[in-house]
């Protein structure tokens, strides 16, 4: 197990695609960063030096847990794409443990993109003189540890929903698509006690939710969201065991 | 070249993914619709029964042109991914003709989808009870507005697909661009750029007010240069690239 897991993280760290997000994911943070910071004061956005800017500015570490959805489903879909999966299989035929050193191996990655992330977000606030010490409570550190925590969560969802669909542009698009617009729109559609439940509510609720009515108390945030992303994995895992391969 | 566009409209009809990509886009707007029907009576919302409500119905059609966009770019981006490159150009040589031939389908094609989710979505709306059952000018100023709206995004699927190739990438940068990087500019002191960026000036051409909109002859232009500008190096670069 361990082999395969060395062999995976290989081939992430000696191919372009993954260093190419992980610098996506760090664009995206510094924007996410420079946003608050450029909008201080004007339009309603607080000030610098104020709570609502400190949580903004460190808010922007907040998505980059997509970009790691998106290394998890590559990663999976990728195989199938190039036609390697043929190969794999028969060095590793027992699939679900390949499925799991992949896992195992975004895991470690959305670890690492999480710290530059941060780093990327508090060099941003530290220059904007956005994060002042007396401001910094318990609180917001849990905020932030829940952001982070997010990122290895959402690479695992990846990956099961790399192995659940498969055909990549599909698998690209689509839970992208549900984090960032469809739950949304389902949710408008659903009884309002469904909204703490989905998982744009349980990733807030494990970040914390500062901003977010009714939202599960944290520990259970993360729990749900774990439970959500094994559920997935679980379930693409038995897809990927028992699909037919060329 | 109708015979090569002929061609396109019949894999078009023929292909389950342009059905399923189709209801999709159906069932986005119509869950788009609902969220707005749901909506009434909550703070800012329009009116039952008055213009502004109809207009926002209507304009719940726009997410439905992501799809439409979609089929444009997979219709180019299918032919590297299933290598069905090779016997096309085998059949046709003259490789620009078969992509102008998927611009045009395209182009054919967009107008028809958006007319059929306009009337979709109107429906809905006077059954629901939201829109008065009147054909006025400004519904039929509507629709005319978002005809050449949807032809020309079905343009820029297609022009997305020749520049790009690469099937996953090509799908995914139509939505980062129209939903992400065009909403976050303005926020960087960049509005100035917005009415001539492809999102600014499809707003525009829908009739949409904002600061410093083009006019729709102009907006349109500008459309049809951008598609124009991704279409051309594309159809370049694919007419020499070495087909395997």
């Keep these: 197990m361990s082999t395969l897991m060395h062999t995976e993280l290989l081939a992430l760290r000696t191919t372009r695609l993954p260093w190419v997000l992980l610098a996506g994911a760090s664009v995206l943070t510094a924007a996410l960063a420079i946003n608050p910071v450029l909008a201080a004061g004007t339009g309603g956005a607080p000030s610098i030096g104020t709570a609502g800017a400190l949580l903004a500015v460190l808010g922007a570490t907040g998505r980059g847990n997509l970009v790691i959805l998106l290394l998890g489903v590559l990663i999976v879909t990728g195989e199938f794409r190039h036609g390697t999966v043929t190969a794999t299989f028969l060095l590793t035929p027992h699939r679900v443990r390949v499925l799991s050193a992949k896992a195992a191996a975004v895991v470690v990655v959305g670890a690492i993109a999480a710290a530059a992330d941060l780093a990327v977000a508090v060099a941003v606030g530290v220059a904007a003189g956005a994060l002042p010490a007396p401001l910094l409570n318990g609180d917001v550190v849990l905020h932030v540890a829940g952001l982070l925590l997010a990122y290895p969560l959402y690479g695992l969802i990846g990956v099961a929903a790399g192995a659940l669909i498969v055909f990549q542009p599909v698998a690209v698009l689509l839970p992208l698509a549900w984090v960032l617009y469809l739950e949304d729109f389902m949710v408008r559609l659903a009884p309002y006690a469904v909204t703490p439940w989905t998982l744009n509510g349980v990733t807030a609720a494990l970040a914390n939710a500062p901003d977010l009515a009714d939202a599960l108390p944290m520990a259970a945030g993360g729990a749900v969201l774990l439970t959500y992303a094994l559920l997935l994995f679980t379930l693409g895992a038995v897809r990927l065991a028992y699909r037919d391969i060329t | ?244």
């Excluded at chain 2, 894999?11 to 609902?34: E, H, P």
């Design chain 2, 1 to 244: 070249m109708t015979t090569l566009i002929r061609t396109e409209l019949l894999r078009l009809r023929t292909t389950r993914s342009t059905w399923v990509v189709l209801a999709v886009g159906l069932a986005l707007t119509l869950a788009w619709a609902a969220a707005i029907l749901s909506n009434i009576g909550g703070i800012g919302a329009a009116a039952r029964g008055s213009v502004q409500m109809r207009a926002d119905l209507l304009g719940a059609t726009g997410i439905g042109l992501f799809p439409m966009m979609l089929l444009g770019t997979v219709a180019v981006t299918g032919e590297f991914h299933h290598r069905t490159a090779t016997s096309t150009f085998l059949v046709t040589p003259r490789r620009w003709r078969v992509l102008a031939a998927k611009a045009v389908a395209g182009a054919l094609v967009g107008p028809l989808v958006i007319i059929l989710l306009l009337a979709v979505v109107w429906t809905f709306g006077v059954v629901a009870g939201a829109i008065q059952l009147t054909v006025d000018a400004g519904l039929l100023a509507m629709t005319a507005r978002s005809i050449p709206v949807a032809a020309c995004w079905a343009l820029l699927g297609v022009a997305v697909g020749v520049a790009i190739r690469n099937q996953t990438v090509a799908v995914l940068v139509p939505p980062v661009w129209f939903l992400l990087i065009e909403t976050l500019l303005p926020a960087y002191g960049l509005s100035a750029l917005v009415p001539w960026l492809p999102g600014g000036a499809t707003t525009a051409l829908l009739g949409g007010r904002f600061a410093g909109a083009l006019p729709a002859w102009a907006a349109l232009l500008v459309l049809l240069a951008y598609a124009l500008a991704l279409f051309v190096p594309g159809a370049r670069a694919i007419a020499r690239r070495d087909i395997t």
